[in-house]
């Protein structure tokens, strides 16, 4: 069980515009309980209002964590299959 995430805005800052017009990177920094990162989110200026930017990129921020769990659904493994793999661990056991 990995346990809940905290997810907070890290960034806000103007950047030099891309080839899609986005001159806005919002950073998110998401922490768990063994792992942290910052995943960064780019915005157009010209289409959002500045109130608007954090709930723009939030929605983008789950629309890639969609589509990250669509690409990687089929790595889920059943209680079956991980029993068989930890029955065929060759490390030895060590002891604390």
Do not use: Y
């Amino acid at each position: 069980m990995m346990g809940n995430f905290t997810v907070r805005v890290a960034r806000i800052e103007m950047i030099e515009s891309n080839e899609r017009g986005e001159d806005i990177r919002l950073t998110f920094h998401i922490e768990g309980h063994q792992t942290g990162f910052n995943l960064p989110i780019f915005l157009n200026s010209r289409e959002f209002d500045d109130t608007e930017v954090v709930k723009i990129a939030r929605s983008k921020l789950h629309e890639v964590f969609r589509q990250l769990c669509c690409q990687c659904q089929d790595w889920q493994l059943s209680e079956d299959e991980l029993r068989q793999l930890a029955g065929i661990n060759v490390r030895p056991a060590t002891r604390v």
